[in-house]
């Protein structure tokens, strides 16, 4: 079992920036495909963006150029940057993780075994 800690959600106004964080406390995800998905209200859950165990990465394109997913110097750290904040991105973000200890590539359909409880995001005026 993997546990998985997001943080760094609140409220700002449009046009800022946050960064997240996930972290598994006391492991390592250097063998872990890590994901961000994020849910708002009466919608279903999207993915966002991906990171490989050899920091391959992709973006879902209504994210694209504005976030960024990243591994921390710290080994049981993934980040993801968001700038140019929208009304539209407000959701509860989640960070989720696959075992994966031997793919350059990841995919945001991919399947994701262990989840974080999430992280609200609010952009509101």
């Known amino acids: 079992q993997l546990q998985l800690e997001e943080s760094g959600g609140g409220l700002v106004q449009p046009g800022t920036s946050l960064r997240l964080s996930c972290v598994a406390p006391?492991?390592?995800?250097?063998?872990?495909?890590i994901a961000w998905f994020r849910q708002a209200p009466g919608k279903e859950r999207e993915g966002l963006s991906c990171?490989?165990?050899?920091?391959?990465?992709n973006y879902a394109d209504s994210v694209r150029g504005r976030f960024t997913i990243s591994r921390g110097h710290a080994r049981n750290t993934v980040y993801l940057q968001m700038n140019s904040l929208k009304p539209e991105d407000t959701a509860v973000y989640y960070c989720a993780a696959n075992w994966n200890p031997r793919s350059p590539i990841c995919t945001v359909d991919g399947r994701f075994t262990y989840w974080g409880q999430g992280t609200q995001v609010t952009v509101s005026s």
């Open positions: 990171i490989s165990v050899t920091r391959g990465t």
């Open positions: 006391g492991r390592t995800l250097e063998s872990y495909t």
